[in-house]
């Protein structure tokens, strides 16, 4: 029972960890306005296509993006902001 109380609670703060910075919505969901998630689509060609294929952001559902996009924000020197703009990208194209 103590096992399982642990995992659970490792579980749940791995979770709770790994939301995207800049925002306390919830998974899935935008706090970008238009002009910025227009934005977040120009981060998204440039910055990641330097290094490699642009994955397609249906390929994903959105708490497997937050994983990365908390991976790859750090090497494409994305601040908060931009971070943000590109999650709301990425997600908006699911719609």
Do not use: R
Not at 22 to 45: L, N, P
Not at 63 to 68: M, T
């Amino acid at each position: 029972m103590k096992k399982l109380i642990a995992v659970a609670s490792f579980t749940f703060i791995l979770l709770v960890s790994c939301t995207p910075k800049a925002s306390t919505s919830a998974v899935g969901s935008s706090t970008s306005t238009a002009e910025q998630i227009a934005q977040g689509k120009t981060i998204f060609e440039n910055s990641c296509a330097k290094c490699h294929k642009l994955p397609d952001p249906t390929s994903h559902n959105p708490v497997q993006w937050v994983g990365i996009m908390n991976s790859m924000a750090p090497k494409a020197k994305l601040n908060d902001d931009q971070h943000q703009w590109v999650y709301d990208y990425i997600i908006s194209m699911k719609k």
